[in-house]
């Protein structure tokens, strides 16, 4: 593959997650990971940014359904009803792995 489109496909790692990147683009998943690294940089760069959740923080919620897809590919889906906002972020923290 051309130096151009690999270095398209680090990028779209970077922001995606390797696994993913590599299964849509129908490239080896070993080869994008050793490239990723060799740029100095790795999928779990990019980190999620600030979400504000103003006043909605204290009001409970009433049935719901959230859906969260990973860089990774992971996906988690829950079907919650009567928790409060800090109640589901704790939850989904967590279910993905990682506490407090």
Do not use: N
Not at 77 to 95: F, K, T, Y
Request: glycine share 12%.
């Amino acid at each position: 593959m051309p130096a151009g489109l690999w270095a398209e496909a680090i990028v779209m790692a970077r922001r995606h997650g390797v696994a993913p990147t590599a299964r849509v683009l129908r490239i080896d998943y070993a080869s994008l990971k050793r490239r990723l690294s060799a740029d100095g940089a790795s999928a779990t760069d990019a980190r999620p940014t600030f979400i504000d959740l103003g006043a909605a923080a204290g009001l409970g919620l009433g049935t719901c359904v959230l859906s969260i897809d990973g860089r990774r590919g992971r996906r988690l889906r829950l079907a919650i009803s009567g928790l409060r906002v800090p109640d589901v972020l704790a939850v989904v923290q967590v279910a993905w792995g990682r506490r407090g």
